[in-house]
C-alpha cells in the first residue's frame, strides 16, 4: 500500500509540469487528495486538494490561476498541472491522501492524513 508522486524535474519560469500522484493497493477514488509543498528551508505549505466525493477543489492563493487539481479514478491517481511556474514555486512536492474531508487549514500536516507519498522535486531555474 504506498501512495507515489511524480512528475518533477527542472524547468524554465513561464514552464509547465504535471505532478502525478498514484495510489497502488488502495482506492484513491475514495480518499480527499492534498498536495504539500516544501520549499528550502521553509515550512511545508498546502497547494491544493480535491475533495472525494463532489470533486471540489481548492487552492492556495500563491497557485491560484495557476495550478490545476484533478482526478482520473480509472488510473487510481490524481494529477496537479502547473502552468506559468515562477521561481517560488521550487519545492519538494508531497500529495498525501484522507478518508474523510480535507479542511483547508490543516493541509499541511501529515498526521491528518492517512497516506503520505514521497516527494518528487520540482525546481524552477532559468
Known amino acids: 500500500v504506498q501512495l507515489q508522486a511524480s512528475g518533477g524535474g527542472l524547468v524554465q519560469p513561464g514552464g509547465s509540469l504535471r505532478l502525478s500522484c498514484t495510489a497502488s493497493?488502495?482506492?484513491?477514488?475514495?480518499?480527499?487528495v492534498g498536495w504539500i509543498r516544501q520549499a528550502p528551508g521553509k515550512d511545508r505549505k498546502g497547494v491544493s486538494c480535491?475533495?472525494?466525493?463532489?470533486?471540489?477543489?481548492y487552492y492556495a492563493d500563491s497557485v491560484k490561476g495557476r495550478f490545476t487539481i484533478s482526478r482520473d479514478n480509472a488510473k487510481n491517481t490524481v494529477y496537479l498541472q502547473m502552468n506559468s511556474l515562477k521561481f517560488e514555486d521550487t519545492a519538494v512536492y508531497y500529495c498525501a491522501a484522507r478518508s474523510s474531508a480535507l479542511i483547508t487549514g490543516q493541509m499541511s500536516r501529515q498526521n491528518v492524513y492517512d497516506y503520505w507519498g514521497q516527494g518528487t522535486l520540482v525546481t524552477v531555474s532559468s
Open positions: 480535491i475533495s472525494r466525493s463532489d470533486y471540489s477543489t
Open positions: 493497493g488502495f482506492t484513491l477514488g475514495n480518499y480527499a
